[in-house]
């Protein structure tokens, strides 16, 4: 619940209204950035994908106060439709969007990227990892006549090779690139867009990864500061880009990662 959290408690959120779509259990990053979000007086849609996982998300929504929880699967058009006219039917505006949302097929996160990644493999990890972000964007902005704020959720592999990300890591560079884009496009109406590239953490879609628990203790060993990516560093990176409190920053890349992402060579290393 969002009491495991520490989270600071405040009003930076208070009269915005935002749809977090991809909370999936307690341990899912969509979830630190709700309780973040109600922790500051957000009032919160939270869209799942499939019914097997309303029984993990409804409690978590309701803990925080959410009335509106919606089905949402990104790779399907009609279920958009309906899950975006309930929210405007629900909240009539939004503030924010919050799009925490990937898949890969497993067999494709582990190996050689060259001699695994199959057609099929490709254009699915793209279809629901980096197109939906432009859809959803697209959908969201329809709702914000007063401006708002965008964030999805972008990982290291986007800039670097790392072993097993593979096509994942070319489906997080194809969303970095559609943020600048969406960005771009929206700004004029006052919409802010942006990534937060965060450094691994213990999730199911890290648990789908080959080799997941190595890159968890690699990205602490190697990080700067010489630990794991926290919830409540995502978290307030977040509740920074989503309150007014961004209100200049977007189109941008911010890692969260405890440093990770900087390091060139491990400590030891000796010329
Ligand atoms: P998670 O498994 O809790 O969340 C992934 C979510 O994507 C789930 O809620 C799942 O239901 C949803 N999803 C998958 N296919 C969908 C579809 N077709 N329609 C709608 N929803 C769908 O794991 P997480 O680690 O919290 O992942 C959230 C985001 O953070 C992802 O974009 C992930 O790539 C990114 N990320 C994760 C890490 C990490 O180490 N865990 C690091 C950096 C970035």
Redesign the pocket.
């Known amino acids: 619940m969002a009491e495991d959290y520490d989270l600071p408690k405040g009003d930076l959120m208070k009269g915005k209204k935002g749809l977090i779509?991809?909370?999936?259990?307690h341990?899912?990053?969509?979830?630190g950035i709700a309780a973040q979000m109600a922790a500051q007086g957000a009032e919160l849609a939270f869209?799942?994908?499939?019914e097997g996982?309303e029984r993990r998300v409804r409690p978590l929504a309701e803990s925080v106060g959410s009335k509106l929880l919606i089905q949402?699967?990104?790779?399907?058009d009609a279920s958009m439709d309906a899950a975006f006219a309930e929210v405007e039917k629900e909240f009539g505006t939004l503030d924010f969007l919050v799009?925490?949302?990937?898949?890969a097929d497993k067999e494709q996160l582990k190996g050689s990227f060259v001699e695994n990644t199959t057609r099929e493999g490709f254009l699915s990890a793209m279809n629901?990892?980096a197109y939906?972000f432009v859809d959803c964007s697209r959908r969201a902005a329809k709702l914000m006549p007063n401006g708002g704020s965008i964030i999805?959720?972008?990982?290291l592999g986007a800039e670097r090779v790392i072993p097993n990300y593979n096509v994942?890591g070319v489906a997080?560079a194809a969303l970095e690139a559609s943020t600048r884009y969406v960005a771009r496009d929206l700004g004029p109406q006052g919409i802010r867009v942006n990534a937060i590239?965060?450094?691994?953490?213990?999730?199911?879609?890290?648990a789908g990864i080959s080799g997941?628990r190595g890159?968890?203790s690699q990205g602490r060993a190697f990080s700067a500061l010489k630990e794991d990516?926290s919830m409540e560093g995502v978290a307030g990176a977040a509740l920074w880009l989503l309150s007014d409190l961004g209100r200049s920053t977007t189109g941008e890349v911010v890692h969260v990662d405890a440093g990770f992402h900087m390091v060139g060579l491990p400590d030891g290393f000796e010329a």
């Open positions: 779509m991809g909370v999936a259990n341990n899912s990053i969509a979830w869209s799942y994908l499939g996982l949402a699967d990104v790779a399907d799009h925490s949302i990937a898949f629901i990892s939906s999805c959720m972008t990982y994942m997080k590239s965060a450094g691994a953490m213990r999730t199911l879609s890290l997941g890159m968890l990516t």
